[in-house]
């Protein structure tokens, strides 16, 4: 109900707020709508003022330029006299007369002279001579002399021409003209009206605009207005709002000269006019708003206000029924007059006392006294309420069945306004049962008092916070306090010594947190004495009814005899259980005993070694008389200790240090002998790894000077065995000084350090990267290239990468620093030199690449740096010729044992633009190191794709099979599959048609990846074939699981065929191999017809070579084939 | 070198002036002190059309002058043109109307130490489409108006290369021929392109973007009369300590172009 009530009030409230809000707008809106009519209205008014004192100011010009005509016509006043009008007319630039022929006779400026003023679009218009100013269009210029039609733009001067004709006596007329100044009206207008705010256009009376304050406007045009022009024709004076182009609204007033052919426009812009009025309107507005929204926020206040004194009365009123309810609660009530009458008694005090509201309503208070209280207490109580008004306290009662009750009583005064007693109101509760468990609880206190105080074992119960609320009095004597009692409220931590407190406190806070026991755990402790000893602690958490962590309780027994024991029998097991390996043996050396550590050192087992004499351990490396000194020494002093090379189970022989200790029986005899042994292969490793410190450089970690030589020793050694080339680079920073005296040595240090990374990062493992102090660094190459061409090419690449490398501007703490290398490398092979000699000639290359301008580098000798440009060169222009299409590809057939063409080898040739035609063996090896291959192997395939797509539609060519070479670079590219197959796509030429070639050397590869390559590429039905078989080192295991199609006859073979019988037997071979692993077979290199026949004979079915064709282009292969006949060669 | 020219020139013309009689003896004589003025010079000696009186600085400072000598103090009318000969012909004793030292005026006449430096201003109209900026001055098609006689008009004539000048008989006729359009710009100096500012409404000020061509103003006398131009020169030190000159060209408004020596020093 309250709540429907407070609902509808907070409606009527919203209601009456929403109402005055809004006509406080609607009257606002009105107002200001008011405003902005009359502000249009006023600037309305404004403008035709405006309009009406320029026009008449310009009437008032042209009267006087009107009247200085006319007297310039009828007087012959002469140049001078012209110039005499002029004088205060700024208005005018030149007055001139006519002559008969309407050219200027006399003019205030000469160079007007002979002009002659077009007349025929003047206003008003007229046929002959009349007695009117004519008012001609703006024109371009200065004055007649240069006027010209105004153009697209706004001239840089301009003026109005007029001319007056004057009937002078005898029917003789004269004429005189004048240039009228418009820029004077300009300023005129300008003046007065704010260019911002508006605009002024004087226009002639036809609509022609002569000028106007609006820069952008044109004069000189047609007015555009043409709304003007129609209100004209009705009125010459009017006002109205206009539209402007680009969307401006202006209010506009014009007003027509009243003598001459001029109208004055004044227009002012609507929105500057009413920008006043916009403020105006904001500012009304936001005060109205302030204000509403301040009367609204009181109301609001006011209405807060008033719901709260509702809230209170209807708190009042709930107030009344709890009192009520609180009357019949569970404690006995009754209420008496001042004079100890009882007025009304509750349900509770019926149940209490056995009495009900019947019995003792209106009678005295004293129905219940036990007569165990004497006088003297009542009177106490009587004096207390008078004082007070309260008392409080318990009182024996007496039942209605004559039991007799111990209760609680609560007597409170109920005054009136004056202070004197009205009413006393009592509250009781029988408290006879709760005095009962009082006494039970008395006696079992006194007997857990009296088990604190006897038992041994240390009791005790602590609070949440670990302090003692009490313990058995065995706990106060370890702890230093005569009685338990004084314990009671002390902490864990300050009882106990403090390297215990913190283990006893922790479990406790354990307990307390989790709620969980903790059972039999083993602590240290020290007794009353002091002596450390052991106990075995249980502890409970206390629980309250909610199951909540109250306190903990515990028990604790010292342990320390038992447990003395059993530690020192743990220390033996550990002591024998240490990272030294032990070894028992008895007398006669039968192992007795081993630990974990022999087990881990040696390999055996306990039960492998157990029963075994050490024997077993045996190296080999020591003769007979090392163990017979190790015995006599161990009978003479009882032991012994040296290394030893001990041999571990797995076969392993490792150093070891040994200690044999002889322990002897009661009557001096060895009874045992107990061996410990460490295994110091680790330390003779760190011996080993301090002697390498002196060989690497400190600040980069990498080899110094020492090691370099020591590794160009061997290098120097390794290349002239294997015959191959090794290369020596000196690497010097440009300008490291300034670096170091610019930034200081700790940025220089820095940098040293970061190209030491990236110089290690650019060569291969096993190569060797040094720093030799200061900024030198340097490289060395070895097992190049046997030929020196290859040799340097390789190292150039090298040094390529280095510069490039060291070139990437590096962070040095936060500073972009970027530094260059110079470059020194020299090349050697076989004993070219001793190592001095080599860093020597390492060394003058670099002077050289400094000397050539830094950031560069040099060879030391002159022929392999010219060299090794040119390959450069050569490089660079493969690299060209791949963009610019010098490639092209050749095709060699491939003939059947019948003649019929089958096929054919795609070969790349260059056609070089200065060399001509260069064979793949001039850049093949050199698009192999350069990596080159790549690009230069997609495009022979797609290339040779492309090709067998356009013969697929040519009958007589679509069964041709092209073979492609694929190199080992080209293979291993981890995406080759994908490669092949996107360009089939791309082409749409048929798989089928399709052959790789591959040649042996990729199966000294990863040949489980060549496998998964080969049978990817197969399923989609290309096939492969080995060339330059026989050459390599193809295993016939390796072959067998080749998923290959055919083999390629090596052209050497096939060259001797009939000369060396070897060859003939190897080719026979091959072809048997083929058969059996069911792969077709085909010999290269065929030039006559009898090793054609020998082929044929060995059971080869299939030739490729000069016999039949050289590699032709397409066009010269396409002619070939058409005039191609099976059989012709078999008629030689 | 120019100077000591300066001075022999000086000497060679001492002699005959002195013994005709000197102009501070006339002076002290008549008790009258005869000083041409322009009363056009808006600022400087301007005679307000309107209560005929003379006012501007150079006006407090010919009464100033004649305080200090104690005698009356009679304005002849003249003008930049008529200057030299009024002041050879000895129809004033001084001319004190901000007159700009030149080369050709140096040559006939004597300064005193100059109190004001203005720089060359142009006036054109609001509504002129040619000139917007200095620049936009020496260009073909370009006419430009100056007095005769005024300083403006050798140094116009030297400085111009593209555009025409254009030379008025009056003061007046420059601002008509700016005013009709029939030139674009007269050129004139600070106090005269404030008072065309402040007068009218159709003129628009041009100012060089940079320094164009400072001269300094100062008064003019015969040449070779020393006792009279030292005792003007006194008074002008004097004015110049005590405040007097610096007063009078603030109450002028002319503190932009004040000589740097006109403040006083302490």
């Not at chain 1, 490793?685 to 590794?711: G, H, K, S, V, W």
């Not at chain 1, 077709?1080 to 017809?1089: L, N, P, W």
Request: proline letters at 4%.
């Amino acid at each position: 109900m309250p709540v429907q009530a407070r609902r509808h009030r907070r409606a009527i409230f919203s209601i009456v707020t929403l109402l005055v809000a809004f006509s406080a707008c609607s009257a606002t809106g009105y107002t200001l709508w008011r405003l902005r009519a009359e502000r249009i209205q006023h600037h309305f008014e404004n403008a035709a003022m405006s309009a009406r004192t320029f026009e008449n100011h310009l009437t008032q010009s042209f009267n006087i330029i009107d009247t200085g005509l006319v007297q310039a016509a009828s007087d012959d006043l002469g140049a001078s006299g012209l110039l005499r009008l002029l004088r205060h007319a700024p208005y005018l630039r030149s007055i001139s007369t006519l002559d008969a022929a309407g050219q200027i006779r006399l003019s205030s400026d000469p160079r007007n002279q002979g002009r002659a003023p077009a007349r025929g679009d003047f206003l008003p218009p007229a046929a002959g001579p009349v007695e009117v100013l004519r008012v001609g269009p703006l024109l371009s210029g200065r004055d007649f002399h240069e006027a010209r039609a105004p153009g697209s733009s706004a001239p840089l001067s301009s003026f109005i021409p007029v001319t007056r004709d004057v009937r002078l006596p005898g029917e003789h007329w004269m004429t005189a003209a004048a240039s009228v100044n418009a820029d004077y009206f300009l300023n005129f207008y300008s003046a007065h009206v704010d260019p911002h705010g508006g605009s002024v256009d004087l226009l002639r009376y036809d609509g022609l605009l002569l000028l106007s304050t609006d820069e952008h406007a044109r004069p000189g045009a047609a007015d555009a207005s043409q709304e003007i022009l129609a209100r004209l024709a009705t009125s010459e004076i009017g006002s109205f709002e206009e539209q402007r182009p680009g969307g401006r609204t202006t209010l506009t007033a014009y007003r027509a000269s009243r003598a001459y052919p001029f109208v004055l426009v004044v227009r002012l812009d609507k929105e500057q006019v009413l920008e006043g009025w916009r403020q105006e309107a904001g500012r009304s507005a936001g005060i109205v708003g302030t204000v509403l929204l301040a009367a609204l926020a009181s109301s609001g206040l006011y209405f807060a206000r008033f719901e709260r004194l509702a809230r209170e009365r209807e708190a009042d009123q709930a107030r009344l029924r709890i009192a009520a309810i609180a009357f019949e609660s569970q404690e006995g009530m009754v209420v008496t007059d001042a004079a100890y009458k009882v007025l009304r008694i509750n349900k509770a005090f019926t149940t209490i006392t056995g009495f009900t509201p019947a019995e003792v309503v209106g009678g005295s208070m004293n129905f219940m006294k036990s007569g165990l209280h004497d006088s003297d207490f009542y009177t106490a109580i009587r004096e207390r309420l008078a004082q007070s008004g309260a008392w409080a306290g318990e009182i024996l009662n007496r039942h209605k069945d004559g039991s007799i009750h111990s209760h609680y009583l609560t007597i409170t005064t109920v005054r009136d306004d004056e202070g004197h007693p009205t009413h006393y109101v009592g509250t009781l509760t029988d408290i006879t049962e709760r005095r009962r468990i009082e006494a039970e609880r008395d006696e079992l206190n006194r007997d857990f008092v009296s088990f604190l105080d006897n038992t041994t074992d240390f009791i005790y119960f602590k609070d949440t916070d670990s302090r003692f609320r009490f313990c058995s009095q065995a706990l106060a004597k370890v702890t230093g306090y005569r009685s338990w009692r004084d314990l009671t409220g002390k902490h864990t931590l300050d009882v106990f010594p403090p390297d215990t407190a913190p283990i006893y406190h922790g479990e406790e806070i354990a307990i307390i947190r989790d709620g969980k026991p903790l059972i039999g755990k083993t602590d240290p402790y020290y007794d009353g004495e002091g002596r450390r000893g052991w106990i075995s602690s249980s502890k409970w958490p206390i629980l309250d009814e909610s199951g909540k962590v109250t306190g903990l309780f515990g028990i604790s027994r010292d342990i320390t005899v038992h447990m003395r024991s059993e530690i020192d029998l743990r220390i033996a097991a550990i002591a024998f259980e240490s990272q030294e390996g032990m070894l028992i043996t008895d007398a006669s050396n039968t192992i007795l005993r081993v630990n974990r550590a022999f087990t881990r050192i040696t390999g055996y087992s306990e039960a492998e070694a157990i029963g075994q004499t050490p024997r077993l351990l045996r190296s080999g490396h020591h003769d007979r008389d090392f163990y017979a000194a190790m015995y006599a020494s161990l009978h003479s002093t009882g032991a012994w200790q040296g290394e030893i090379w001990n041999r571990r189970k797995n076969g392993e022989i490792y150093p070891e240090w040994m200690t044999i200790t002889t322990v002897l029986d009661s009557e001096g005899n060895p009874s045992h002998y107990v061996a410990s042994l460490t295994d110091i292969t680790e330390r003779k490793e760190a011996e080993c790894e301090i002697r390498n410190l002196a060989f690497y450089d400190p600040l980069t970690q990498l080899p110094n000077r020492r090691l370099l030589l020591d590794r160009l020793r061997h290098t120097l050694a390794t290349v002239a065995r294997n015959k191959r080339h090794g290369a020596l680079l000196f690497i010097d920073l440009d300008n490291f000084k300034t670096l170091n005296d610019t930034f200081g040595h700790d940025m220089g240090d820095l940098l040293l350090q970061k190209v030491a990374e990236r110089l290690v990062g650019c060569i291969r493992e096993g190569d060797t990267v040094a720093r030799l102090g200061g900024d030198e660094f340097v490289v060395l190459l070895d097992d190049l290239h046997p030929a020196s061409a290859e040799a340097g090419t390789q190292a150039r690449i090298v040094g390529d990468k280095i510069l490039a490398t060291l070139n990437i501007p590096y962070d040095l703490a936060g500073h972009d620093y970027h530094c260059t290398p110079s470059i020194g490398i020299t090349l050697f092979a076989d004993h070219e030199g001793e190592s001095d000699e080599l860093m020597k000639r390492a060394d003058l290359a670099l002077y050289s690449a400094k000397a050539a301008g830094r950031n560069t580098m040099r060879f030391f000798d002159p022929e392999m740096q010219a060299a090794v440009s040119a390959r450069a060169a050569l490089e660079k222009e493969l690299r060209i010729a791949l963009q610019q299409q010098e490639l092209r590809l050749y095709y060699q057939p491939q003939v059947n044992e019948h003649g019929a063409i089958i096929g054919a080898e795609a070969l790349v040739r260059w056609q070089h633009p200065r060399l001509g035609l260069v064979t793949p063996a001039s850049f093949i090896p050199l698009a192999e190191e350069t990596h080159l291959i790549h690009p230069l192997g997609l495009w022979v395939l797609e290339t040779a794709c492309l090709q067998l797509m356009k013969w697929s539609a040519i009958p007589t060519r679509a069964h041709l099979v092209v073979a492609v070479n694929v190199s080992v670079r080209q293979f291993r590219q981890p995406d080759f599959v994908e490669q092949v197959c996107a360009v089939l796509d791309r082409s749409g030429a048929d798989p089928h048609k399709l052959k790789l070639e591959l040649t042996e050397s990729l199966l000294l590869d990863d040949l489980e990846d060549v496998i998964a390559k080969m049978t990817a590429l197969r399923a989609r039905g290309i096939s492969f074939a080995l060339d330059d078989f026989g050459t390599g080192y193809s295993s016939l295991a390796y072959l067998q699981r080749l998923p290959l199609d055919q083999l390629k006859i090596d052209q050497s073979f096939v060259r001797d065929l009939h000369v060396h019988p070897n060859d003939a037997v190897i080719a026979r071979s091959i072809v048997a191999l083929a058969r059996n692993l069911g792969l077709s077979v085909i010999a290269e290199g065929v030039e006559t017809t009898l090793q054609r026949n020998l082929l044929a004979g060995l059971g080869c079915p299939a030739y490729q070579g000069y016999l039949f064709s050289p590699p032709l282009t397409r066009e010269a292969f396409e002619i070939f084939a058409e005039e191609w006949e099976p059989e012709s060669d078999e008629r030689d | 070198m120019k100077r000591a020219l300066a001075a022999l020139w000086m000497i060679a013309l001492a002699g005959p002036n002195e013994a005709a009689g000197g102009h501070l003896e006339r002076v002290q004589a008549t008790r009258e002190m005869r000083v041409c003025i322009w009363p056009d010079y808006y600022g400087i000696s301007y005679r307000n059309p309107k209560t005929q009186q003379l006012e501007g600085i150079d006006i407090d400072m010919a009464r100033a002058l004649a305080r200090d000598l104690n005698v009356a103090v009679r304005f002849v009318d003249s003008s930049f043109a008529q200057l030299v000969s009024d002041v050879t012909q000895d129809h004033c004793d001084i001319a004190m109307f901000a007159i700009g030292i030149t080369p050709q005026r140096s040559e006939k006449l004597r300064f005193t130490r100059p109190h004001l430096v203005s720089d060359i201003y142009a006036i054109t109209t609001k509504s002129n489409r040619r000139i917007r900026t200095w620049d936009d001055i020496d260009k073909p098609g370009v006419v430009v108006a100056v007095a005769k006689g005024t300083l403006h008009e050798p140094i116009m004539r030297d400085k111009l290369r593209q555009a025409t000048l254009l030379v008025t008989d009056t003061t007046q006729g420059r601002e008509q021929e700016v005013e009709s359009g029939r030139a674009d710009v007269f050129m004139t100096d600070f106090p005269f392109s404030r008072r065309m500012l402040e007068t009218t409404d159709w003129a628009r000020l041009v100012a060089p973007a940079s320094t164009y061509h400072l001269t300094p103003y100062a008064y003019a006398m015969q040449q070779g009369d020393n006792p009279w131009h030292a005792r003007v020169e006194q008074f002008l030190a004097d004015a110049t300590r005590n405040g007097l000159l610096m007063d009078a060209i603030r109450r002028h408004k002319l503190d932009p172009i004040a000589a740097p020596a006109s403040a006083s020093k302490n």
